[in-house]
């Protein structure tokens, strides 16, 4: 498997950069859904088309078993505008592959390519690129549209690169392995005034820093300590210049859990915070909590099949199955609240961050997430019982 994978590297590498230059955001990833809807086809895998817009499916069977087995990668670049300079870097302004996708549908179709010629399983693959991830809830939509209808699947799994781990290390954990993201909207309303007689009005803008300052307290007194949040405060909007004391002041942020009880318990404490702030100020307010992508569970089976596919690949010692959680989130969420799953991460290197300009997916790592998509593929369809 090595020897024939590594065959194709520099093909895969040449797909990686061609995305990684030509990137393009959620919902709009035509480009890269065909060059993926041709190859899959030249490698002759079934393609389905069309699902969430640009989500391109890949059916490919072997043997005589109902087994199934679905694998994702996600397409989707990012809005920012890239600091690299070198060939490979972002021809459109504003909008870069930050978060390694290239790399993800690259590696997803060197295992398609690995699979279609070797068909050394029995069973069938499903092979998910989706739209979206960040922000746009591809992955949901698809399901929404029917994926697991038209793809029924025994297990489905995930891969992400992470830039705070060593290159070509694996690290995946049973239970919550991603965050739960909710977004929150507070607009406070006062009265406004010439900034010179404040007592004439209610200072929504004093009001609002009240708020943000005692948002933070909820994390460090309300939550419990061996638990994880993150209240965020990251947009403060009011005013139209220097002598006017605005009516309104809106504040906009962001909620990271990793516990539904921990989720709902903020919630409740926000709108506490917030109505006694502005009770204190006189000052009325609106407050909205934006569900966003709930929190990513690997279960348990899967996760196990996860840590020891990995450990054939590079063995045992480079593959932690208790990795440390992220706080950041993921849309996979939704497919592993269908079908049993697990969501593994393969270490980057240090050199960037991911969602930093200065980022790329490092292409050494890419021989080791083929193998671990095409021995995952061997070992769950081997035609043995389960
Ligand atoms: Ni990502």
Redesign the pocket.
């Known amino acids: 498997m090595r020897d024939l994978i590594n065959s194709y590297l520099d093909e895969l590498v040449a797909i990686r950069r061609d995305m990684h230059k030509h990137p393009e955001p959620g919902f709009k990833e035509t480009r890269t859904s065909g060059i993926v809807a041709e190859k899959l086809r030249n490698w002759g895998i079934e393609v389905h088309t069309g699902m969430a817009k640009t989500g391109v499916v890949g059916t490919l069977a072997a043997g005589n078993s109902n087994q199934t087995i679905a694998l994702r990668a996600?397409m989707d670049a990012l809005p920012l505008q890239e600091r690299n300079t070198f060939d490979h870097r972002s021809i459109h302004d504003g909008i870069m592959h930050a978060?390694?996708?290239d790399g993800?549908t690259a590696m997803l179709l060197g295992a398609a390519r690995y699979l279609a010629q070797t068909r050394n399983f029995n069973g069938t693959v499903h092979l998910i690129f989706q739209p979206a991830?960040?922000g746009g809830g591809g992955g949901r939509i698809m399901i929404e549209e029917g994926l697991f209808d038209r793809f029924p699947t025994d297990a489905i799994y995930g891969m992400?690169n992470r830039s705070d781990q060593e290159a070509g290390l694996f690290g995946v954990r049973v239970g919550g392995i991603m965050a739960a993201t909710d977004n929150f909207e507070i607009v406070v309303t006062g009265i406004g005034t010439h900034a010179a007689m404040p007592h004439k009005g209610i200072d929504p803008i004093v009001t609002a820093s009240g708020i943000v300052s005692a948002l933070q307290s909820i994390v460090s007194r309300n939550v419990p300590p061996l638990q994880s949040a993150v209240i965020s405060t990251t947009q403060f909007n009011s005013g139209t210049t220097w002598n006017i004391i605005p009516d309104t002041a809106t504040l906009r942020g962001c909620v990271r859990t990793r516990r539904p009880d921990v989720r709902d318990h903020i919630r409740l404490a926000m709108e506490r915070v917030i109505s006694g702030v502005c009770a204190a100020h006189g000052a009325s307010y609106d407050f909205s909590f934006i569900p966003g992508y709930p929190l990513t569970v690997n279960t348990e089976r899967e996760t196990r099949a996860a840590v020891s596919a990995a450990a054939k690949v590079v063995g045992e010692r480079q593959v932690d199955p208790d990795t440390p959680p992220l706080m950041a989130s993921?849309d996979f969420s939704y497919y592993l609240k269908k079908v049993p799953g697990s969501y593994i991460f393969l270490g980057n290197g240090k050199q960037s961050v991911?969602h930093r300009a200065d980022y790329d997916f490092n292409d050494e790592i890419i021989p080791a997430g083929v193998q671990y998509w095409a021995t995952l593929v061997e070992q769950e369809l081997s035609g043995k019982c389960r």
Request: charged share 40%.
């Open positions: 996600d978060c390694g996708h993800h991830e960040e992400h993921e991911t």
